[in-house]
C-alpha cells in the first residue's frame, strides 16, 4: 500500500499569510494576461483562416483583448473577502470607539494652594 503524505493538520483560523495571498493573485493575473495573449493570436490566426461569422469572431476576440487586462488588474489588486470572525471583529472595535467618543468626559478634580504673595518689602533678613 502507498503511504499518502499526511496534510498539515490546521491549528489556527488565522487568515492566509500575505505573501500566499499576493502569490495567489499573481498567478491570477499571468493566467488572464495569458488568455489575452491568446485571444490576440487567435484572432491572427481566425483572419488568415477565412472562418465563417468572422467579424463575430474577430469582436469577441477584440473584446477579450481590452476587457481582460482590466478585470486582470482589479482582481489582482483585490484582497480575499473578509470572514465572518473578521467582520465581527471589525463591528465590534468600531462599537467601542464609538462608546468611548460618546462617553462624557469626567471633569477632574482641580487642587488648589493657597498662598500669600510677600513683598519683598516685609521680608525678614535673619
Do not use: F
Amino acid at each position: 500500500m502507498k503511504k499518502h503524505p499526511e496534510r498539515p493538520v490546521l491549528i489556527t483560523d488565522a487568515a492566509r499569510s500575505q505573501d500566499d495571498q499576493l502569490r495567489s493573485r499573481q498567478i491570477r493575473y499571468v493566467s488572464m494576461m495569458s488568455v489575452r495573449a491568446l485571444c490576440l493570436i487567435l484572432g491572427g490566426v481566425l483572419i488568415s483562416a477565412q472562418v465563417p461569422l468572422l467579424p463575430v469572431w474577430l469582436v469577441l476576440c477584440a473584446l477579450g483583448m481590452v476587457l481582460l487586462p482590466w478585470m486582470a488588474v482589479l482582481i489582482a489588486n483585490d484582497r480575499p473577502p473578509k470572514t465572518k470572525e473578521e467582520r465581527a471583529a471589525d463591528a465590534a472595535a468600531r462599537e467601542d470607539v464609538r462608546r468611548s467618543l460618546t462617553r462624557p468626559v469626567e471633569e477632574p478634580d482641580y487642587i488648589t494652594i493657597d498662598s500669600e504673595v510677600v513683598d519683598e518689602a516685609h521680608r525678614r533678613t535673619d
